[in-house]
């Protein structure tokens, strides 16, 4: 991969010249990046990490090209597949990513590309990007509202037989595709998917008085299938360890496959014991022991007492908003912890961003404690606009919650509501379709960073605007 930076050509120059123009919202991202180079450097240095000859070899896609397709990726909430078709398509798209007439990559590229960055970048270019903010004068950081969502993973709803059917069904894909490149094949191996299929599917087609009768002897035929299926995977993946005598490409994805056999084993086997403890045992997992996937293994069931989704599979993301839309903060949480916890590093962080503690701190009645209040006051926060959770308020509680101030404080705080909703509608963040723990943040930080860079674009606009009237 050589990251080459891109070349004008001279039909790329006359369609500047004919006023060929980007839509004002990525005009003004476009010049907004153009004026603060420094974010391009943590990408670059991404995209060249672990390269032993980075100025060699082919051209690939250049840091301001991975930024600004990224961004425009979650802006318009295209997967990998329209992206590429809309910048190969467009002379605006290919300007703004910096494409100009050079050939546009396939869809893949550009995951490739993607999945080469860091949510530790990802962070740093959002709190360049603020920073650059408040040097513009765009935001001054005297209100802040927080609250908590949580953004699903990519899986299916977990159930013990659907899990033991992926299983299944996984290892079986797998000592196939193993067979295939082995001359002489992996030997014994009984494929045991239907058997497996029709057990998963009686068991969802049980009724409740049904499942209480036959449940648990279906369920041991479904573990004894899973049992076998794993024993000789296991087996299969020792007697390839000595193959001997095929060309390198070949041994690598043999060594591959015999890496994903091991592990996808060692997943069935913690769902056979959950499956085994739960059902047969009757006892009760805990939370933290259980898994909700094979294949997003890091997935957190997540409870927030909504009537309409009492449970939740993905993780909680912590987001903190100026009073300019701006997402100052965000952090993807481990677990389900209490939303009282966030208060005082949230203060911590807005005063290292903005040298001082907001003057109004708003947030919903599950950030409320004594001492979360105590730690505002102390902070130097003028309105601490955290409705009292349970409890007889005090005459003073009272008062206050019914003030005019903190009224007002609490319609600031609606409006990151509204942020999450344009968050999940908007810019793709309700379900995240990628891979792994680290992938994930990425994304959640992509999702972030679209959208501050369309608020400062807003404002960008608003002020040259007014400063046109002005001098008109």
């Given at each position: 991969?050589?990251?080459?930076?891109?070349?004008?050509s001279?039909?790329?120059?006359?369609?500047?010249?004919q006023?060929?123009?980007?839509e004002?919202?990525?005009?003004?991202?476009?010049?907004f990046?153009d004026?603060?180079?420094?974010?391009?450097?943590?990408?670059?240095?991404?995209?060249l990490?672990g390269?032993?000859?980075?100025?060699?070899?082919?051209?690939?896609l250049?840091?301001?090209?991975?930024?600004?397709?990224m961004?425009l990726?979650?802006?318009?909430?295209?997967d990998?597949?329209?992206?590429?078709?809309?910048i190969?398509?467009?002379?605006?798209l290919?300007?703004?990513?910096?494409?100009h007439?050079q050939?546009?990559?396939?869809?893949d590229a550009?995951?490739?590309?993607?999945?080469?960055?860091?949510?530790?970048t990802?962070?740093a270019?959002?709190?360049?990007?603020?920073?650059?903010a408040?040097?513009?004068?765009?935001?001054?950081?005297?209100?802040?509202?927080?609250d908590t969502?949580?953004?699903?993973t990519?899986?299916?709803?977990?159930?013990?037989?659907?899990l033991?059917w992926d299983?299944?069904?996984?290892l079986?894909?797998?000592?196939r595709k193993?067979?295939a490149?082995?001359?002489?094949?992996?030997?014994?191996?009984t494929?045991?998917t239907?058997?497996?299929?029709r057990?998963m599917?009686?068991?969802?087609?049980?009724?409740?008085?049904?499942r209480?009768?036959?449940?648990?002897?279906?369920?041991?035929?479904?573990i004894?299938?899973?049992e076998?299926?794993?024993t000789?995977?296991?087996?299969?993946?020792?007697?390839?360890?000595r193959?001997?005598?095929?060309?390198?490409?070949?041994?690598?994805?043999?060594?591959?496959?015999?890496?994903?056999?091991?592990?996808?084993c060692?997943?069935?086997?913690?769902?056979?014991s959950?499956?085994?403890?739960?059902v047969?045992q009757?006892?009760?997992?805990?939370t933290?022991?259980?898994?909700?996937s094979?294949?997003?293994?890091?997935?957190d069931?997540i409870?927030?007492?909504?009537?309409?989704?009492?449970?939740?599979?993905?993780?909680?993301?912590?987001?903190?908003?100026?009073?300019?839309?701006?997402i100052?903060?965000?952090?993807?949480?481990?677990?389900?912890?209490?939303?009282?916890?966030?208060?005082?590093?949230?203060?911590?962080?807005?005063?290292?961003l903005?040298?001082?503690?907001p003057?109004?701190?708003?947030s919903?009645?599950?950030?409320?404690?004594?001492?979360?209040?105590?730690?505002?006051?102390?902070?130097?926060?003028?309105?601490?606009?955290?409705?009292?959770?349970?409890?007889?308020?005090?005459g003073?509680?009272?008062?206050?919650e019914?003030?005019?101030?903190f009224?007002?404080?609490?319609?600031?705080r609606?409006?990151?509501e509204?942020?999450?909703s344009?968050?999940?509608?908007?810019r793709?963040?309700?379900?995240?379709?990628?891979?792994?723990?680290?992938?994930?943040?990425?994304f959640v930080?992509?999702?972030?960073?679209?959208?501050?860079?369309?608020?400062?674009?807003g404002?960008l606009r608003?002020?040259?605007?007014?400063?046109?009237r002005?001098?008109a």
């Open positions: 991969m050589r990251a080459t930076q891109a070349q004008v001279f039909a790329d120059l006359e369609f500047i010249k006023g060929v123009q980007l004002p919202t990525l005009r003004a991202i476009a010049e990046l004026q603060h180079g420094a974010i391009i450097h943590r990408i670059r240095r991404d995209l990490r390269l032993k000859k980075p100025r060699t070899g082919r051209a690939g250049t840091a301001p090209q991975v930024l600004r397709s961004i990726m979650r802006v318009k909430n295209w990998y597949r329209e992206l590429r078709e809309r190969a398509d467009g002379y605006t290919r300007h703004f990513t910096e494409f007439s050939r546009v990559p396939k869809h550009f995951n490739r590309a993607f999945n080469r960055l860091t949510p530790d990802l962070q270019v959002n709190d360049a990007v603020i920073h650059a408040v040097s513009l004068g765009l935001e001054d950081g005297t209100k802040l509202r927080v969502t949580v953004v699903e990519d899986i299916h709803h977990p159930t013990d037989n659907t033991l299983s299944v069904r996984v079986t894909r797998l000592v193993l067979d490149l082995l001359p002489a094949g992996v030997g014994p191996f494929n045991r239907r058997s497996a299929r057990r599917q009686e068991i969802q087609r049980m009724t409740a008085r049904e209480r009768r036959q449940q648990v002897r279906t369920y041991r035929a479904l004894r299938v899973t076998q299926v794993v000789e995977a296991r087996a299969v993946a020792e007697r390839t360890a193959v001997q005598g095929l060309d390198l490409l070949t041994q690598v994805a043999i060594d591959a496959l015999r890496g994903d056999i091991a592990r996808h060692e997943l069935a086997t913690r769902v056979i959950q499956t085994s403890r739960r047969l009757g006892e009760q997992v805990p933290e022991e259980k898994l909700y094979i294949f997003e293994t890091h997935t069931l409870k927030r007492g909504k009537v309409l989704k009492p449970v939740e599979f993905g993780h909680k993301v912590f987001l903190a908003e100026s009073g300019r839309g701006l100052t903060q965000y952090r993807v949480l481990s677990g389900n912890p209490a939303d009282q916890v966030h208060v005082k590093p949230s203060l911590d962080r807005h005063k290292a903005f040298d001082s503690a003057d109004m701190y708003s919903d009645r599950g950030f409320f404690n004594e001492d979360n209040i105590q730690t505002c006051e102390t902070a130097g926060v003028t309105l601490t606009c955290i409705p009292q959770s349970g409890g007889k308020r005090s003073e509680r009272e008062a206050l019914k003030s005019p101030a009224k007002r404080g609490q319609r600031f609606a409006g990151i509204g942020r999450i344009v968050l999940f509608r908007g793709g963040m309700k379900r995240a379709l990628v891979e792994g723990r680290e992938h994930f943040e990425l930080g992509a999702a972030v960073l679209a959208n501050n860079l369309m608020v400062i674009a404002l608003h002020t040259a605007d007014r400063r046109r002005q001098a």
